[in-house]
Every structure is written in structure tokens, then in C-alpha cells.
Nanobody
Framework: QLQPVESGGGLVQAGGSLRLSCTAS????????MGWFCQAPGKEREVVAA????????YFHDTVKDRFTISRDNTKNTMYLQMNRLKPEDTAVYFC???????????????????WGQGTQVTVSS
């Protein structure tokens, strides 16, 4: 099993940047695809970005693909989300999640995550 823990959220002005980190316990981190999800008040949780177990494939929601980057360091059991040019509409709780590695053509990278962190708040002021 994997227990993800997020960090790095906070308050930032529009146009600013934040870097979220997700560190997961367990010695099998490198066998999991990882994803970032967000949930704004009154809205459903949705995928922001995902990265496969090796860091070879990445997925981004259309609203962030030219502003956010995702990366991972398997030697540190850590995944990152670099968020640039933040907008007020990016305000949400951001969750880190993990799923056992699988084909991205067979299962979309936004689906079937079963290990979740508690979330970290990101607030972007206008």
C-alpha cells in the first residue's frame, strides 16, 4: 500500500507560482502511476495532471497544460506539481493520488486511483 502526503499549498497572487509536493510511504513508489486532482467548493473533484510510474508519460487537463508541469523522483518517493501563472479559478484543494501502474491506453490516466492524500489548499487571489 501507499500513503501519499501533500505539501506546498498556500496563498498566492494571480500570476504567481507554487510547487506542490507529494511524498508517499512504502518501498514500491516506483510501481505506481501518480496523479494530482483538485476540488473547488461546490464542484466535483477532477484530474489536474498525471505521470506514469517511470515518468515517461504525462497527462494534463486542458486548462493547465501550458502552465503546470508534473515530475517525480522515484529515489525520493516524491512527485511534484509546478504551478505557474496561477489564476483565481485554480483555487481548490489539491489531492495527490496513486494507482498501480497500468497501460494508459487501456485505462485513462485520470481513472482508477485508490490511494489518496488528505489534500492541500491552494488559494489564488485576484
Amino acid at each position: 500500500q501507499l500513503q501519499p502526503v501533500e505539501s506546498g499549498g498556500g496563498l498566492v497572487q494571480a500570476g504567481g507560482s507554487l510547487r506542490l509536493s507529494c511524498t508517499a510511504s512504502g518501498r514500491t513508489f516506483s510501481t505506481y502511476d501518480m496523479g494530482w486532482f483538485c476540488q473547488a467548493p461546490g464542484k466535483e473533484r477532477e484530474v489536474v495532471a498525471a505521470i506514469d510510474w517511470a515518468g515517461s508519460n504525462r497527462y494534463f487537463h486542458d486548462t493547465v497544460k501550458d502552465r503546470f508541469t508534473i515530475s517525480r523522483d522515484n529515489t525520493k518517493n516524491t512527485m511534484y506539481l509546478q504551478m505557474n501563472r496561477l489564476k483565481p479559478e485554480d483555487t481548490a484543494v489539491y489531492f495527490c493520488a496513486a494507482r498501480a501502474a497500468r497501460s494508459w491506453t487501456a485505462v485513462h490516466p485520470s481513472l482508477q486511483y485508490n490511494y489518496w492524500g488528505q489534500g492541500t489548499q491552494v488559494t489564488v487571489s485576484s
